[in-house]
């Protein structure tokens, strides 16, 4: 009897093997039980689009610090080398990236469903951001702050919650502004991000210009408490 594998399984075996070949001096870590696949294979993730040659130079980059890193080091580290290495197509990676903007239901056991939210990270930052300083506003019962967060955000889906009262600080270097180089932001807690600002952003330069996406509705107000669940 024949027996068949699904497609995916054919198409991750696929990858697997690609990367062995894109990476070997990263594979060879892996051989060695220094790094694991799930790394690894974050990285192939972030140079695929890139030339060869542009390949190497991020692969010789990493090879003597991924072994030291976790999983979120490891992404963050090779997303800012990829973006130094080919700021322009990284900018339009990112602008057509956001084509892919979503949200997906995922059905859970016991009564509970997932919601997955895709948007670019800069706004997902300030999203979560507020998240974080709305559920530091709570009162303190038995919740954990993942709880209130979950708790938070559902406030501000119903609106009870409506102004917005945290800022996202993306880092543009002053050559950059001036459209000199195009040169990749720095996005705290996340990394490189497109170097062409929203119009919409107030911008400050000495040297570095620290460009700041905030909305808020004045005045602003505390969130409204929200009570645990009985």
Request: charged share 25%; aromatic share 4%; glycine share 4%.
């Amino acid at each position: 009897m024949a027996l068949t594998e699904p497609e995916q399984t054919v198409a991750r075996r696929k990858e697997a093997s690609q990367v062995l070949e894109t990476l070997p001096r990263l594979a060879e870590l892996l051989r060695r039980g220094e790094l694991d696949f799930r790394r690894l294979d974050a990285v192939r993730e972030r140079v695929q689009h890139l030339s060869p040659d542009l390949v190497a130079e991020v692969e010789d980059a990493l090879v003597d610090m991924a072994a030291g890193l976790n999983r979120t080091q490891l992404c963050r580290k090779t997303t800012a080398l990829v973006a130094h290495a080919d700021p322009d197509g990284y900018e339009t990676r990112c602008r057509k990236a956001t084509k892919d903007r979503r949200v997906e239901f995922s059905p859970l056991p016991d009564g509970m469903a997932k919601l997955t939210w895709i948007l670019p990270a800069t706004d997902a930052h300030l999203v979560f951001q507020q998240l974080c300083k709305d559920a530091k506003a709570l009162p303190t019962d038995d919740r954990t702050t993942d709880q209130k967060r979950s708790d938070a955000l559902l406030d501000r889906l119903r609106g009870t919650s409506r102004d917005w009262n945290v800022r996202t600080f993306v880092t543009l270097s002053m050559e950059t502004l001036m459209g000199l180089t195009n040169d990749p932001g720095h996005l705290a807690g996340y990394g490189p991000s497109p170097p062409t600002p929203p119009a919409s952003w107030p911008c400050t330069a000495p040297g570095e210009a620290s460009c700041s996406t905030s909305t808020a509705t004045p005045p602003p107000s505390p969130p409204t408490p929200t009570a645990p669940p009985p």
